[in-house]
């Protein structure tokens, strides 16, 4: 299933998926036993460059590609992301803790910056599925792109009263630039 969901994304975008390959040499399976088990978990950790932590199963069967497609992708961003503060902070160093739209609880601006990322990414990836992917899949991309295009207006708003550093306030320029047509469409 990691291969299909990486082809998946090789389908997509040759580079980013020859990028995970180079980059993220590790993908380790993990289960949440607490968790309910269609949660799909997944997480990544600074600490570890280049380890993907997924889950591979959702219940008592394989998760569908798509999902762990996005599940790579969202941690594949973490990771670059990662990568990028150790040369060069996107944050002030700050106790500012923020609403993420994804999070129910709060999160420091880094936390914030780091879903921007990645949901910027995970949102061209379904609008592929909605465009390319299998039919079973459409609604939910459908869904999936409202959702995040809500959150990242929502997001953006937020970060501008965060203490960003000149690298973190290009981010997200960046990554707003990137954003606005289908934030203007929202």
């Known amino acids: 299933v990691v291969e299909e969901a990486l082809q ?29 088990p269609e949660k799909i978990v997944s997480f990544s950790d600074n600490t570890v460059p280049g380890a993907l932590y997924v889950s591979v199963w ?4 394989l998760i569908d590609p798509y999902d762990l497609a996005d599940s790579l992708i969202h941690e594949h961003r973490h990771q670059k992301l990662y990568l990028l503060e ?3 902070p996107t944050v002030e160093p700050t106790e500012m ?3 993420s739209p994804w999070r129910e ?6 936390g ?4 921007v990322f990645v949901f910027v990414e995970l949102r061209r990836f379904w609008e592929f599925v909605r465009q390319d992917g299998p039919a079973r899949l459409h609604n939910r991309a459908v869904n999936q792109i409202r959702d995040t295009d809500e959150h990242l207006a929502e997001a953006f ?6 203490p960003l550093t000149q690298t973190g306030r290009s981010l997200t320029e960046v990554l707003k630039k990137a954003s606005e047509p289908a934030l203007e469409a929202a």
């Not at 959702?58 to 069967?61: E, I, K, L, N, V």
């Not at 609880?105 to 880094?110: E, N, V, W």
């Not at 914030?112 to 879903?115: D, E, I, W």
């Not at 708003?157 to 965060?162: D, N, R």
């Open 8 to 36: 998946i994304v090789e389908a997509w975008r040759p580079a980013l998926a020859a990028e995970i390959r180079m980059a993220c040499r590790a993908v380790q399976f993990v289960r949440d036993p607490l968790a309910h």
């Open 58 to 61: 959702q219940g008592d069967r």
């Open 86 to 88: 150790r040369i060069s």
């Open 97 to 99: 803790r923020v609403v």
């Open 105 to 110: 609880d709060l999160r420091p601006p880094s």
């Open 112 to 115: 914030l910056l780091h879903a």
């Open 157 to 162: 708003a937020t970060l501008l009263s965060c």
